[in-house]
């Protein structure tokens, strides 16, 4: 019996490891050495702060949102605070947050490892892109500070070209360069994927997670540009009166909107596909199986960075669009049930009589799933032509939505942090209060947005700043969740930075998982591997890696992953 | 610091670096080709919505000046050609003086498209509200307009605003002409500039390049072993040089009536 044997040891006892002598994180000091350092890892920390920095702006914002809602009447501010706040939490969380948090930061510190390279192709260019968010960054602070934005994250003309008072130039001119932030990353990522891989790791032995941020590169490089220039010529027009889409001049408003719409619908797969990237990573190691179908979980991520460029006038269902590209757009939404149903079922394929445990990484692996399987399944009623002339632009929207990006790409990038916290810190966060917290995240969340599908459903519009008496039971609730859901946001931000000092020593490989990271130290050197490492396994291969420690002396069943029976 | 082909650290070989660096100049240009994309596709609507105005707007532009930028624009490309294959045969001397005349030539067009830029403000069909596209039928003397030319360009208004017009019988659906056809062409003029602007902006971009490649040229450091930069900033100068070639028929020469 499986049960009888002892789960062996892993390879280091734990009392008896220390953190390696020379690491990233010691080899140089002083802030210099921070600020203009080219290494990847360290490019990654910064990003870390600067997007946790972001993700606490858009939360005070979402914050005041909610407590906003708490009444019906909407008295905490007014109308125009309102349409402000909405604005400012979108933009500081899309732009700032979501779209670099898992890419610029974990995608950053793990590629070059996972593919075996010292570095990225061009590591000036990633510092560099680090620095154009941050004057991206500083701008859209300014026009934060200097008179809020109102015209929604969206900026929609003529709003944002003519009629809004708000400080829409400088917050255009702020997202125009954090774009190119995004277009480096994408680049370098590429390149480095291309022509940066050890010896032995073919392009199907890539982990997962390397092919989902491929993928987002792809749109990274593909997309930025399009809406760097829609930016642009709504700044123009805003700035030297020129009329690209002021009516007045026969510029069309609606030829805005598609070409927004062009870059910001692949957007919600940059966020989301890192986070699938991630979860790919979770799942077998923690359910002690290699992934099911690994070759359909890599081409889903480009087939879902392929078909979300043809989908976006889903967006405008409602602008007066001809009806039969209306239609052509409905059919083609849904084709992106595809590669994500592919994924699903292949997470799922491999839970199936694996050896699962709940550890925090896991719990957020298993949360996205859920969520993200809610969110895709609401996504197509809105693909739904007819549907979406009801749910357009009401709570629906923005439960969906909010199922994607909070759902799945928060949870994904928690969990990957979570995942990866050992070989970045060297240290382990304490295990129970991180799976406190990873539940309370669970609960909070779905607290919080799931009433609104019923808002929405019951025609509760979003963007409005009060409502009806009678939505206010469902708002309440959802006000409940957001603060259950702050409490689950802070925990985090407490425990790791107490674990980067106080942490256990975590090893090599805590896990144990199969990928070229965690062969190396914890932190990693500089040049993250002593010698050139050659791969010669397969992804996710648990069998054929006795040094892993998991194979017992009768069972060629992989043992469950620490901290469980 | 990286001199003379040196390898940088992170990568394992040479080849490994050159294609890293040039794999990476291609995927820039894709990039752009998507920048430039959306303003064409702006660009595309508009012309089809409001091909007479465009047609009008198009006239009123210098083709002489255009025509000439367009053949120092091509001249410079083949200049830089000749510096990246001076480069690659290693005649270390041959390649800063290739360098510098494609920077000169660089700086004609620049200076050109100032002077036709000026032309414009002058003539005020500068998007805005000062613009008027009849100024110059009214005052032809401010914008050096006589004889046959003026009769044509009073004849293109007359035109336009027929064709902008919802009734051509009355002097007010004539008034409402004008006013559409003042608008749709001042549409024109803020695709011309947004065009062309960001494309002068790509050269400015592209002459700070050269200047780097000139003064590195001149220590001897490009030769067959070694010139990556030559190379890629080469295939940066002729993707400016491409779009100049699809703006150049797109904003003068469609619609155009020659004299």
């Known amino acids: 019996m499986s049960s009888v044997q002892q789960p062996p040891l892993s390879p280091q006892p734990l009392a008896e490891q220390q953190l390696p002598r020379e690491h990233y994180l010691n080899a140089t000091y002083g802030i210099r050495s921070w600020l203009l350092t080219t290494d990847h890892k360290r490019i990654a920390l910064l990003y870390l702060i600067s997007v946790t920095f972001f993700f606490f702006v858009g939360g005070i914002f979402a914050t005041l949102i909610r407590i906003h809602l708490l009444t019906p009447g909407g008295y905490l501010v007014t109308p125009e605070t309102y349409n402000k706040l909405f604005t400012m939490h979108g933009v500081a969380m899309i732009f700032f947050f979501l779209i670099p948090s898992i890419p610029a930061v974990l995608g950053n510190f793990l590629i070059p490892i996972m593919i075996g390279a010292k570095d990225l192709a061009f590591p000036k260019i990633n510092l560099l892109s680090w620095y154009i968010y941050l004057v991206g960054g500083a701008f859209v602070l300014y026009s934060f500070a200097t008179g809020g934005l109102d015209t929604g994250w969206t900026f929609y003309t003529p709003l944002s070209s003519i009629y809004s008072n708000s400080a829409v130039t400088p917050a255009v001119i702020g997202i125009f360069i954090n774009g190119f932030s995004s277009i480096l990353t994408g680049l370098n990522f590429i390149i480095t994927v291309h022509t940066m891989r050890a010896p032995g790791m073919t392009w199907f032995r890539l982990p997962l997670f390397v092919w989902a941020n491929y993928a987002t590169s792809i749109i990274f490089v593909l997309g930025t540009p399009v809406i760097a220039i829609t930016l642009l010529l709504a700044g123009l027009e805003r700035m030297f009166h020129m009329g690209f889409f002021n009516p007045v001049y026969g510029g069309d408003p609606i030829l805005f909107q598609h070409l927004f719409w062009f870059y910001s619908h692949p957007a919600v797969y940059i966020m989301i596909l890192p986070a699938m990237g991630v979860v790919s990573e979770i799942i077998p190691t923690f359910a002690r199986k290699p992934i099911f179908g690994y070759d359909f979980i890599a081409a889903s991520s480009i087939g879902i960075a392929v078909i979300g460029f043809i989908v976006w006038a889903h967006h405008m269902f409602v602008t007066g669009q001809a009806t039969y590209a209306a239609l052509a757009f409905s059919f083609l939404s849904y084709l992106v049930a595809i590669p994500s149903a592919v994924k699903v079922f292949n997470w799922t394929a491999t839970l199936y009589k694996g050896s699962i445990s709940f550890d925090t990484p896991m719990l957020y692996g298993l949360g996205f799933i859920g969520l993200f399987t809610i969110g895709g399944l609401t996504g197509l009623f809105l693909a739904c032509l007819g549907l979406d002339i009801h749910l357009h632009d009401t709570y629906f929207v923005v439960a969906h939505f909010h199922y994607i990006m909070v759902g799945g790409a928060i949870m994904g990038y928690l969990g990957g942090i979570h995942f990866w916290w050992p070989k970045i810190t060297g240290r382990l966060y304490p295990e129970y209060l991180a799976r406190i917290a990873a539940i309370t995240l669970f609960v909070g969340f779905n607290l919080t947005f799931f009433p609104q599908f019923i808002l929405g459903y019951l025609g509760m519009p979003r963007r409005y700043h009060n409502y009806p008496p009678e939505y206010q039971v469902l708002n309440v609730m959802s006000t409940a969740g957001a603060s259950i859901l702050a409490l689950g946001y802070l925990l985090p931000m407490i425990y790791l930075t107490w674990s980067m000092r106080y942490g256990k020593i975590a090893g090599k490989n805590p896990w144990p998982a199969t990928g070229l990271e965690w062969t190396t130290d914890s932190p990693p050197l500089t040049e993250n591997f002593h010698e050139t490492p050659v791969v010669d396994w397969e992804p996710y291969d648990f069998l054929h890696r006795p040094e892993l420690g998991l194979l017992g002396a009768t069972s060629k069943k992989p043992a469950p992953a620490h901290g469980d029976d | ?259």
């Open chain 2, 1 to 259: 610091m990286h001199r003379t082909g040196e390898l940088y650290g992170q990568f394992q070989t040479l080849d490994q670096q050159k294609e890293s660096a040039t794999l990476g100049m291609w995927v820039f240009l894709i990039t752009e080709i998507l920048f430039f994309g959306g303003v064409f596709m702006a660009y595309t609507i508009n012309r089809h919505a409001y091909p007479t105005a465009f047609g009008v707007g198009g006239n009123m532009l210098d083709l002489a000046l255009g025509f000439g930028n367009t053949v120092v624009l091509i001249a410079s490309s083949f200049t830089m050609a000749m510096s990246v294959w001076s480069a690659q045969t290693s005649r270390k001397k041959a390649v800063p003086v290739w360098l510098v005349a494609t920077l000169a030539l660089g700086s004609v067009f620049l200076g050109i498209k100032v002077v036709e830029y000026k032309q414009k403000f002058d003539h005020h069909l500068i998007p805005g509200h000062g613009f008027d596209i009849t100024y110059c039928s009214n005052n032809p003397s401010a914008c050096g307009l006589s004889g046959k030319a003026l009769e044509d360009e009073k004849k293109e208004i007359e035109e336009g605003i027929r064709a902008e017009t919802d009734d051509p019988n009355t002097p007010e659906g004539l008034a409402r002409g004008l006013i559409a056809l003042n608008a749709h062409a001042q549409l024109y003029f803020s695709l011309y500039f947004g065009m062309t602007g960001l494309h002068a902006l790509h050269m400015i971009i592209g002459a700070g390049l050269l200047l780097w490649l000139i003064f590195e040229g001149f220590k001897g450091r490009f030769d067959a072993n070694y010139n990556t930069p030559v190379e890629n900033i080469g295939l940066y100068w002729h993707f400016v040089d491409i779009v100049w070639i699809f703006l150049f028929p797109l904003l003068y020469l469609i619609n155009r009536h020659l004299a």
